[in-house]
């Protein structure tokens, strides 16, 4: 078959955004075999692999688009399963404008090959059409705990299970997946698919103990005392961040975690759901990451008649993924940009307005911004304009300006150093932290990131872990 040398990636289909916009499907419905052979056609097979270094697990891309070229999909999944534990979740979730696709020699004088769309596509023929468990490692007779079921701590395990280790995984809330669970919505990472990569880990020997909160339910140091000669601490950043303005304790105030953790894990969306959520008709998120995105879209999909995204930058420093901001866009989503919140407005009886203390959301009061000289980062800094404030008409405000490493782990292990943002503080190379015997990874290191560099991270410390348990 001829090279395909278009300049153009094969589109992803979709569903219509008037129709995705009141369910929780699936929004892309992914490649076809024909698509998938296609876009492959478009890889030039570089002798130097540039996308390979754009991707935190090193997969061997030109490898498994070789593969998919010749028809072989099982093949082109084995190949990516060398390096990834989770393809079906990265396929769909990992920012490959700026990673893989990023370094695309096919990216200079048009657009990179579809890595992402093709992994997903390898990775959901897989699921769709592979028979039989996977073939469990002999065991190698070492213990090793793993603290947090999120991409990070799933990396790791399957790494160490693959080795041989007994891995067992500690998980705080009642569904092993971490943010891939709690945090991301059906309609972009189907349940079903990271419930999927949950149980090909399992069929490695890996053990998934959940309703287990380490630091509370057991410490750190009793997992030692319990047999383990290494732990990986993946626990990722859960605790949420708000502005300190006036008006975050009103009623209809959310951070994006309870938002997305009560729709997405809770499945608040539901009609048969014990999980109450806000049906808000007027909703503000406040933010402009991906996570933000998520609430908006999710936030429309609950009924909300008006949905904003309220951001102090412009469009162009938005951090969210462009797919993500084109999908909201596309869905209705308000982007009001160049904004920065100062205060929830609110009463306290639904007849009596006159009460701004407490009680019901009923506003926000924003003032307006320009882009001034650039900060520590390199982004425009924003500069808010005296006396342009204004009143934004909502009911319901979802915070989304980040979020950080929970501090129990820290505060029950001695000797774990972290730091001054509450993030472990490891040797690079290693995840090794400053404790003997203890690694850690993800989110908990860095703060809220990705999961592909979650993923990373697990992978890194799962290789040293094996060095250090093999000496």
Known sequence: MAANMSLKKNPMPTQEPSVRAKNFDEVALGYSEETAINEAMRCLNCKHMPCVNGCPVKIHIPEFIGKIKEGDF????????????????????????????????????????????????????????????????????????????????????GDLAKKGYEVTVFEALHLAGGVLVYGIPEFRLPKAIVQKEVDTLKSLGVKIETNVV???????????EDGFEAVFI???????????????????????????????????YRDDSTTPILHAKRVAVVGGGNVAMDAARTALRLGAEEVSIVYRRSLDELPARAEEVEHAMEEGIIFRV?????????????????????????????????????????RRRPVEIEGSEWVLDVDCVIMSIGTSP??????????????????????????????????????AVTGAATVILAMGAGKTAADAIDKYLSK
């Open 234 to 268: 993946g626990s990722g950043a859960g605790l949420p961040r708000f502005m300190g303005i006036p008006g975050e304790s009103l009623k209809g105030v959310y951070s994006a975690n309870e938002f997305l953790t009560r729709s997405n894990l809770m499945k608040a």
């Open 214 to 224: 380490i630091g509370k339910t057991v410490t750190v140091d009793e997992l030692f």
């Open 74 to 157: 099982e093949g082109a999944y084995q190949v990516i399963n060398r390096s990834s534990s989770l393809p079906a979740v990265c396929g769909r979730v990992c920012p490959q404008e700026s990673q893989c696709e990023s370094k695309c020699v096919r990216g200079i004088k048009g657009e990179p090959v579809g890595i992402g769309r093709l992994e997903r596509f390898v990775a959901d023929w897989h699921n769709a059409h592979a028979a039989g468990e996977v073939k469990r490692p002999e065991s190698n007779g070492h213990k090793v705990a793993v603290v947090g079921s999120g991409p990070s701590g799933l990396t790791c395990a």
């Open 406 to 443: 929970n501090p129990l782990i820290k505060a029950t292990t001695e000797g774990l150093e972290v730091n001054r943002h509450g993030g472990i503080i490891v040797e690079e190379e290693t995840g090794k932290t400053s404790k003997d015997g203890v690694y850690a990874g993800g989110d």
């Open 338 to 378: 160049l904004n920065n919140p100062t205060e929830i407005i609110g009463y306290n009886n639904p007849e009596d307005r006159r009460d701004p203390k407490n009680g019901f959301v009923t506003g926000m009061r924003c003032i307006r911004c320009e882009l001034g000289e650039p900060d520590e980062k390199g």
